[in-house]
């Protein structure tokens, strides 16, 4: 999925962000690479999402605490919280899209 897309699961009603979109909001590509390789690739916007798959488990970046994410190799308080600004910046994003529709 490219990073600008945003889905809509009709069955759940919700908003799906590819993790690759943080980039747009100042995240590094590295960075998203350690995000992914601890299981985290999706934004989920107005909900947890966390879909099981019979390999992996993956997990919505938004619903991971401060601290879990500071358990990332390599990612400190200021990473960890620029993250989040991301994140939060992907909301206003889709929240005001939605208001278009």
């Known amino acids: 999925m490219p990073a600008s897309t945003i889905s809509e699961d009709h069955e759940d009603e919700e908003f799906i962000i590819d993790i690759d979109g943080i980039q747009a909001h100042g995240v590094g590509a590295a960075d998203i690479t350690k995000l992914k390789a601890n299981g985290y690739y999706t934004v989920a ?57």
């Open 45 to 101: 916007v107005r909900t947890v999402l966390i879909v099981s798959d019979s390999s992996h488990s993956r997990q919505s970046v938004h619903a991971a605490t401060r601290r879990t994410l500071l358990k990332i190799k390599g990612f400190s308080e200021v990473k960890v919280e620029k993250v989040k600004e991301a994140i939060a910046k992907c909301q206003v994003s889709v929240f005001q899209m939605s208001k278009i529709f």
